[in-house]
C-alpha cells in the first residue's frame, strides 16, 4: 500500500505529510563539516539534563525503575536483545567471562539495562566517560560489577576488557573515524556497535538532530556513516564483521538506518 500511494503522491507532498508527521525533530540536513552544523545547533540547551540523568541513573540503581535512557525512566525493559545476545556470545567464546569496555556509556545505563543477564557469569562493566559522568559515576553510581573510568588507558591498568561497546556514540562524535582508529588500536578480541546511524550513498553525510523537547531541548551535529568505508576501515583494523543487525530502538530514516555490528579480531580468531 505504502508503495502504491508513492505512485499517485507527489514527492513535494509526501515530505510536507513526513515533516507534519514527523515535526521538526530528528536528523535532518546534509552539512559540509561538523563546525558548519554546530553552528546551527543549541547543544543541551537543557543545563538541567545532567542533574535529572544522575538522578535517573540514582533511581534505577536502586531498583525503583528498570533503566534509563537520556534521564528517561522505564518501569519495563527496553531491551536491544541482538546486542545482548553480542555480549553473551563473547562469554560464551571467552569461557564464560564478559568485561566490557563501554566507551561513552553515560552512568551506566547499557549496564543497568542488562544487568539481569550477567547475573551467573564472570563479568565486569566498565564506562570509560567524560570528567563530569566519571566523577559521579565512581563516587555514587559503581558496584562490584561497575566501574568508570576518564580514559580507557586507566581502564585498561585495573581491568581487562574483553568486548568494546560502542551504543550510540560513533554519530555524536566529531571525528568518528579518528575515534574508530584509536579504539581499534586498542586492539579488544570483539567489537559491538549498536544504535548507529548507516547509509548506502558512497558517503558520510552530517546532519543536525533536533531533540523533541518533550524528552530534553538539545539540537547538536550527527553523522550517518557510510556502511562500505565503515566495514573497509574495520578490515584494515583486522576486525571481520560476524553478523549485522537493525536497531529496533531507534527511528529510521530515508536514506539510513540505525545497525548495529558485531566484530572479532581475525588475529584473534586463529589463536
Not at 527496553?78 to 564478559?98: I, P, T
Not at 547499557?110 to 559521579?136: C, K, M, P, T
Not at 539540537?219 to 578490515?235: K, N, V
Amino acid at each position: 500500500m505504502r508503495n502504491l500511494l508513492r505512485q499517485f503522491i507527489p514527492p513535494i507532498f509526501l515530505s510536507v505529510f513526513r515533516s507534519l508527521v514527523r515535526g521538526n525533530y530528528g536528523l535532518q540536513g546534509d552539512y559540509k563539516c561538523w563546525e558548519e552544523a554546530e553552528a546551527l545547533c543549541q547543544g543541551y540547551a537543557d543545563h538541567g539534563l545532567f542533574e535529572r540523568v544522575q538522578t535517573a541513573a540514582l533511581r534505577v540503581k536502586s531498583g525503583e525503575f528498570f533503566s534509563e535512557r537520556d534521564s528517561f525512566l522505564f518501569k519495563e525493559p527496553q531491551y536491544s536483545w541482538a546486542s545482548l545476545a553480542c555480549l553473551l556470545s563473547v562469554a560464551a567464546r571467552e569461557g564464560g567471562r564478559l568485561s566490557v569496555l563501554d566507551f561513552g556509556g553515560s552512568l551506566g545505563s547499557s549496564y543497568f539495562l542488562n544487568r539481569r543477564f550477567l547475573a551467573g557469569i564472570d563479568s565486569q562493566w566498565s564506562v570509560v566517560e567524560q570528567a563530569h559522568f566519571f566523577e559521579f559515576g565512581a563516587a555514587h553510581i559503581a558496584e562490584e560489577q561497575l566501574g568508570f573510568f576518564p580514559d580507557i588507558g586507566t581502564c585498561r591498568q585495573g581491568r581487562q576488557p574483553n568486548v568494546l561497546l560502542l551504543s550510540s556514540v560513533l554519530q555524536y562524535l566529531p571525528a568518528p573515524q579518528h575515534w574508530l582508529d584509536t579504539l581499534c588500536a586498542e586492539g579488544l578480541p570483539y567489537i559491538v556497535i549498536d544504535r548507529t546511524p548507516f547509509n548506502q550513498l558512497g558517503r558520510d553525510v552530517l546532519k543536525v538532530q533536533r531533540v523533541d523537547p518533550r524528552i530534553y531541548t538539545a539540537s547538536y551535529p550527527a553523522w550517518i556513516l557510510d556502511e562500505g568505508s565503515f566495514i573497509a576501515q574495520m578490515d584494515r583494523h583486522g576486525y571481520r564483521v560476524i553478523e549485522t543487525f537493525d536497531s529496533p530502538l531507534d527511528t529510521h530514516g530515508e536514506d539510513f538506518i540505525f545497525k548495529g555490528f558485531f566484530l572479532e579480531k581475525v588475529s584473534h580468531a586463529i589463536s
